[in-house]
Nanobody, 120 residues
Framework: QVQLVESGGDLVQSGGSLRLSCAAS????????MGWYRQVPGNERELVAS???????NYAESVKGRFTISRDDDKNTAYLQMNSLKPEDTAVYYC??????????????WGQGTQVTVSS
């Protein structure tokens, strides 16, 4: 089994910064694409940023130039550095990873979510 645990969510003022972390543990053979999503009540979950195992990144237009996704495969961890935060960035942020292990093959796993609140 694989577990993802996110951390770093907090209440921050507009213009501030936060760094989210997502650590994977359990049976892990290979890490593929890692991503961060966010969701506000009543809306669908949306992709914020992703990074492939080759290091190719993709960002939502609304966060380009402000957020940076990175990964440390030695630590099985994904990061999301969020700068110049805006009230509209307020959401629950979820980590997502594609992981291969011997028992389940290639699967997509989700973290439990971490709340980010940006006050104006």
């Amino acid at each position: 089994q694989v577990q993802l645990v996110e951390s770093g969510g907090d209440l921050v003022q507009s213009g501030g910064s936060l760094r989210l972390s997502c650590a994977a543990s359990g049976s892990i053979d290979n890490l593929w694409t890692m991503g961060w999503y966010r969701q506000v009540p009543g809306n669908e979950r949306e992709l914020v940023a992703s990074v492939t195992f080759l290091g190719i990144t993709n960002y939502a237009e609304s966060v380009k130039g402000r957020f940076t996704i990175s990964r440390d495969d030695d630590k099985n961890t994904a990061y999301l550095q969020m700068n110049s935060l805006k009230p509209e960035d307020t959401a629950v942020y979820y980590c997502n990873m594609e992981i291969t292990n011997w028992r389940f093959g290639r699967q997509t796993y989700w973290g439990q979510g971490t709340q980010v609140t940006v006050s104006s």
